[in-house]
């Protein structure tokens, strides 16, 4: 008895740290979508001039513009990855845990009260079923926290390439202005 509740609270303080990682982590995609607005609001600012200029701009402008559009395309499918509900991702955790009691209620489960309630019940019927849930509830977390944090590395190199190549096209561009090589420039991608 006194083994099983040492699981418990283990696996009670497992569960914590993993959902306070999550959360850290959806935080700090926070601070990345406000660069990622300085970004966008840097292009909606510079609209007209883009829009004038396009057809003149130089194959390496023509070049980072498509290769920045692309990257800040990726960079909102990714922050939708990390900020938005994981589905219960009981299908991708180890064979032996599917079949434990699980206590997780997914939004379809509600049509189904009865299945709600023994559900519920199956998992505090005793410690070792109450254990048993705890483990199937790290691994779905657990799987979450990995999720997010993949997506949320992969969001930050998306987003400081952008950021390069947002700062390079920019400063390209002003140069092409300042030199009126809009007018006689002949780019390769027409």
Same mark, same amino acid.
């Given at each position: 008895?006194?083994?099983?509740?040492?699981?418990?609270?283990?696996? #009670?303080?497992? =569960?914590?740290? +993993?959902?306070?990682?999550?959360?850290? *982590?959806?935080?700090?995609?926070?601070?990345? /979508? $406000? !660069?990622?607005?300085?970004?966008?609001?840097?292009?909606?600012?510079?609209?007209?001039?883009?829009?004038?200029?396009?057809?003149?701009?130089?194959?390496? #402008?023509?070049? =980072?513009?498509? +290769?920045?559009?692309?990257?800040?395309? *990726?960079?909102?499918?990714?922050?939708?990855? /990390? $900020? !938005?509900?994981?589905?219960?991702?009981?299908?991708?955790?180890?064979?032996?845990?599917?079949?434990?009691?699980?206590?997780?209620?997914?939004?379809?489960?509600?049509?189904?009260?009865?299945? +709600?309630?023994?559900?519920?019940?199956?998992?505090?019927?005793?410690?070792?079923?109450?254990?048993?849930?705890?483990?199937?509830?790290?691994?779905?977390?657990?799987?979450?926290?990995?999720?997010?944090?993949?997506?949320?590395?992969?969001?930050?190199?998306?987003?400081?390439?952008?950021?390069?190549?947002?700062?390079?096209?920019?400063?390209?561009?002003?140069?092409?202005?300042?030199?009126?090589?809009?007018?006689?420039?002949?780019?390769?991608?027409?």
């Amino acid at each position: 008895m006194e083994k099983e509740d040492k699981n418990i609270e283990v696996l #009670l303080s497992l =569960l914590q740290d +993993i959902q306070e990682t999550i959360r850290f *982590i959806e935080s700090k995609v926070g601070v990345l /979508i $406000i !660069l990622l607005s300085g970004i966008v609001a840097l292009y909606i600012n510079e609209v007209s001039s883009l829009i004038t200029y396009f057809e003149n701009f130089s194959c390496f #402008l023509k070049i =980072l513009f498509s +290769i920045n559009a692309i990257g800040i395309i *990726i960079c909102f499918y990714y922050v939708a990855r /990390i $900020i !938005l509900p994981v589905q219960n991702p009981q299908d991708k955790i180890p064979e032996p845990y599917k079949n434990y009691p699980n206590i997780y209620q997914a939004k379809n489960d509600f049509k189904n009260k009865k299945l +709600i309630v023994s559900n519920i019940d199956e998992a505090l019927k005793d410690d070792d079923s109450l254990t048993k849930s705890l483990e199937l509830e790290y691994f779905k977390t657990s799987y979450i926290r990995n999720a997010k944090n993949a997506n949320f590395n992969k969001l930050v190199i998306i987003i400081i390439t952008s950021l390069v190549f947002t700062i390079m096209q920019f400063t390209v561009l002003k140069i092409e202005e300042k030199n009126d090589k809009f007018i006689e420039n002949k780019c390769c991608l027409k």
